[in-house]
């Protein structure tokens, strides 16, 4: 027995560094026998993602990984979760170097290496812009005519990361002309474009599609038809209208037969309003086409509407006063008024006050003596005397001297 404990004692310290080399060495081989690579590859998830943002581009995925797990675990692409934190990250067009961390979901088994650990990532803002929606018919079918597209909306809003939408120029609605002739009258689906005509992808389109409505068919037809100037209310009491210019007096307009047959052979303006019009009046206007119908030239038409008062005529009673006369000399005039009968536009003479008219006889010339001599009246521009219209249009004017005062202190002569 003595023998027995004096071998386990003897030289124990070699003996126990002996034990614990073979300990390191046994979990070596056992790790490395463990260690194991498999051969598929895991999608990054990015978490943290700040608001307003979207990242560019494909993220890489997680691969080459070597792990280690206890021989009765199913390894699949479930056994593992690759992220990146993007908290923290401003978003801009300027990429950013992140980490890639890999976890596995099952705590026994144990991640020794992944590939790749950090990766460059792009965060950008998001932005949203307004653009004009485009109608894209294609190659038209020989024998048939579309009309003017009509779009609802007109516009969109094109939104996504900021060097995206600043790419697009409008959004395409892509339409198909059938040979049959049928109108469209459809919902399209909208896809962004550039100025180049180049695909946007990655950016959203709301509302993603519009309605188009166009006239197809070989009933489409131009025709050229005249104005119809549309004129409304009244111009001033005494006017009316005694012509209208129209520029241009014929116009092309557009639309299948039956839009057509709804002019009546001519092309109705936009209402033109002669309330309290005293003289003539020139307008632009445009059309007012009914339902389907269309002028490809949208013209705009210039209208000159020519007013004129009717004349008539108006007999007053007015004075007469001598002009010219001497203060030495006496007149007297053989009647103190004459009838004068004018004539004009009507409401020129409604609106002349003939309360200040008067008629006047020259004298100046005239010494003491008995004289017939014409009246004479003034009337204002666009009002004339009628022919012989001044009853009486001469009258007789005396002159004379008046008496000589009898000198004082002489006798009166005596009657006969």
């Known amino acids: 027995m003595r023998r027995l ?30 260690t194991t690579a498999w051969p598929g590859t895991v999608a990054i998830v990015p978490v ?13 995925s997680v691969g080459n990984i070597r792990y280690v797990a206890p021989a009765d675990i199913a390894i699949s692409v479930d056994s593992f979760r690759a992220t990146i934190d993007l908290a923290g990250i401003q978003p801009s067009e300027t990429g950013s170097l992140v980490s890639v961390s890999l976890a596995a979901t099952d705590p026994r088994i144990q991640i020794i290496d992944y590939q790749p650990k950090q990766i460059q990532v792009t965060l950008e803002p998001i932005q949203t812009f307004t653009v004009p929606v485009v109608v894209d018919t294609g190659v038209v079918p020989s024998g048939v005519s579309p009309g003017t597209p009509t779009v609802t909306p007109q516009t969109v809003s094109v939104r996504g990361a ?31 474009f550039n100025a180049a005509g180049k695909v946007v992808n990655n950016v959203t389109i709301e509302p993603a599609s519009v309605h188009v409505s166009i006239q197809v068919g070989s009933q489409l037809r131009t025709q050229s038809v005249p104005v119809n100037p549309v004129i409304q209310n009244a111009p001033a009491s005494g006017y009316y209208i005694t012509g209208i210019d129209i520029t241009p007096p014929i116009v092309e307009v557009q639309g299948q037969a039956d839009a057509l047959a709804k002019l009546n052979g001519s092309a109705n303006t936009k209402p033109i309003s002669l309330a309290g019009a005293t003289g003539d009046k020139t307008v632009i206007v445009s059309l007012d086409l009914p339902a389907g119908v269309t002028a490809p030239a949208n013209p705009q038409i210039q209208v000159i509407i020519h007013l004129k008062s009717p004349d008539t005529t108006r007999t007053v009673t007015i004075g007469i006063v001598p002009t010219g006369v ?33 008629g006047s006889v020259s004298v ?7 004289y017939t001599v014409t009246v004479n009246v003034t009337l204002p521009a666009g009002i004339k005397i ?7 249009s001469q009258i007789t004017v005396t002159v004379t001297s008046p008496a000589s005062p009898v000198p004082s202190g002489s006798a009166a002569p005596r009657p006969t």
């Open 5 to 34: 404990v004096n071998f386990i004692v003897r030289n124990w310290p070699l003996k126990l560094g002996a034990i614990g080399l073979a300990v390191i060495l046994y979990g070596g081989m056992v790790i490395l026998q463990s």
């Open 48 to 60: 943290n993602q700040p608001s307003g943002s979207t990242l560019i581009g494909t993220l890489p």
């Open 162 to 192: 900021a060097s995206y939408v600043r790419d697009v120029a409008y959004a395409r609605a892509q339409v198909r002309i059938d040979s049959s002739g049928l109108d469209v009258n459809q919902d399209v689906s909208l896809v962004a």
């Open 326 to 358: 001497r203060s030495d000399l006496i007149y007297s005039l053989s009647t103190p008024n004459v009838i004068v009968t004018m004539g004009g536009a009507t409401a020129a003479l409604n609106a002349f006050d003939t309360s200040t008219l008067v």
């Open 364 to 370: 100046g010339e005239l010494g003491p003596g008995t």
């Open 386 to 392: 009628v022919p012989g219209g001044i009853n009486p």
